[in-house]
C-alpha cells in the first residue's frame, strides 16, 4: 500500500484516477468497514484505485487543542487494517489550522481537486472545512468527482460509532466490542523488562509498552493472545497495578502467555482481548496468586477449546 501525505502548502497530484472513502476512521469498524467495500467495489467497476483518505494529527488536536490522545488504532495500526482490507492508497491530509481555517469551497479546490478523484465515498454525517460547513450537500454540489453516500449502520438497534467502542473498551466489554468492530480489541507494542517476579515463580510475563497512544481498557484480567515471533499464543492479560506485590504506580498492561518459554524482550507484539475474566484482586501470598493463575489458564484453554469447536 503506498502511503502519501498531502500540505495545501506543499500539495500532492495522484496521476492515477482513485476512488476514495474520506474520515478519520478511528478503529476502521464496521461503519468504516462498508464505506471501504464500497470503495473496492467502485474501484473494480471503474478500474481505478482503492484509495482512503484520512487526516492526521487527530483533529481534536487542532480544534481543540486536546494532546497525547489515546486511539482505538494509532495510525500506523489503521494502515495496516487498512492495507488488509484492500486499500492500496492511504492518503493523509496534514491537519493543521491553516487546513481547518479553510472554506468548503477552499477544501474542495485546494485539497480534493488535485487528488484526481473519480467518486469520493463518505458517511451520511460526515462534516469538513471550516466550522464542519462541509456536508454531504456541498461534497454533491460541487462538479470536480461523483459523490456516494452510505448510510447509518447500525448494531443491536444502536449507531456504530468510534465513541460507542471506546466505551465499550473501558467498560471491558470486549466480546461487544468486538461485535461492532469487526474484529477483537488489539494493542502494540515493544515487549519491556518488568520486575520479573513472575519468572521467579512460574508465570514469565510479557510487559507491553505503548506510549499512550492507545485506549486503555477496564482494569482487570483478561482471557487473551498474543502475537509474537509469526504466532499467535493464548495468554491471559493483566491491566491494572499488581496489587499483590505493589510494584507498579502507573497502569501496566502485561501477559502471560500458554505453552511459552521464549524470551521476547524488544520484541514488538500485539495484545488481543477476547473476553473479561475478573477483576485485579490482592492475593494474601504467592500461593494463592499461582492457584487463582492456574484456574485462569484453565478458563483461557476452555475458551479458546470452544471458539474452536465452534
Not at 486511539?71 to 489503521?78: A, L
Not at 477552499?106 to 463518505?122: A, D, G, S, W, Y
Not at 514469565?204 to 499464543?233: C, H, R
Amino acid at each position: 500500500m503506498e502511503i502519501l501525505r498531502f500540505n495545501i502548502h506543499t500539495p500532492i497530484e495522484c496521476r492515477e484516477r482513485i476512488t476514495a472513502c474520506i474520515g478519520y476512521f478511528d478503529g476502521l469498524h464496521l461503519g468504516h468497514q462498508q464505506l471501504v467495500k464500497r470503495v473496492l467495489e467502485i474501484a473494480e467497476k471503474t478500474h481505478t484505485i482503492p484509495a482512503l483518505i484520512t487526516f492526521d494529527p487527530d483533529p481534536w488536536v487542532v480544534l481543540k487543542k486536546l494532546h497525547n490522545i489515546p486511539h482505538i488504532t494509532p495510525m500506523k495500526h489503521r494502515q495496516d487494517i487498512g492495507a488488509k482490507l484492500g486499500i492500496q492508497k492511504w492518503i493523509i491530509l496534514d491537519f493543521q489550522k491553516d487546513m481547518a481555517q479553510l472554506s468548503y469551497e477552499q477544501f474542495h479546490e485546494l485539497v480534493l481537486k488535485p487528488l484526481h478523484i473519480e467518486t469520493l465515498v463518505c458517511g451520511y454525517d460526515f462534516h469538513y472545512a471550516n466550522r464542519g460547513e462541509g456536508s454531504v450537500k456541498t461534497l454533491q454540489a460541487q462538479h470536480f468527482f461523483k459523490v456516494e453516500v452510505v448510510e447509518e449502520i447500525a448494531s443491536a438497534n444502536e449507531k456504530i460509532s468510534s465513541t460507542r467502542i471506546e466505551q465499550s473498551i473501558k467498560r471491558g466489554e470486549m466480546e461487544e466490542t468486538a461485535d461492532i468492530m469487526g474484529r477483537f480489541y488489539e494493542m502494540r507494542g515493544i515487549v519491556k523488562s518488568g520486575n520479573r517476579v513472575g519468572r521467579k515463580y512460574g508465570f514469565p510475563t510479557a510487559n507491553l509498552k505503548t506510549q499512550g497512544e492507545y485506549i486503555m481498557p477496564k482494569q482487570g484480567v483478561y482471557i487473551g493472545s498474543v502475537f509474537v515471533l509469526d504466532t499467535w499464543w493464548m495468554a491471559i492479560i493483566n491491566v491494572g497495578h499488581n496489587p499483590s506485590f505493589n510494584y507498579q504506580q502507573n497502569t501496566s498492561i502485561e501477559a502471560y502467555l500458554l505453552d511459552f518459554d521464549k524470551m521476547i524482550y524488544d520484541k514488538t507484539v500485539t495484545f488481543r482481548f477476547h473476553r473479561f475474566l475478573r477483576e485485579e484482586q490482592k492475593f494474601a501470598g504467592m500461593q494463592e496468586l499461582k492457584e487463582q493463575l492456574l484456574k485462569d489458564c484453565d478458563r483461557a484453554r476452555n475458551y479458546f477449546r470452544q471458539r474452536k469447536e465452534g
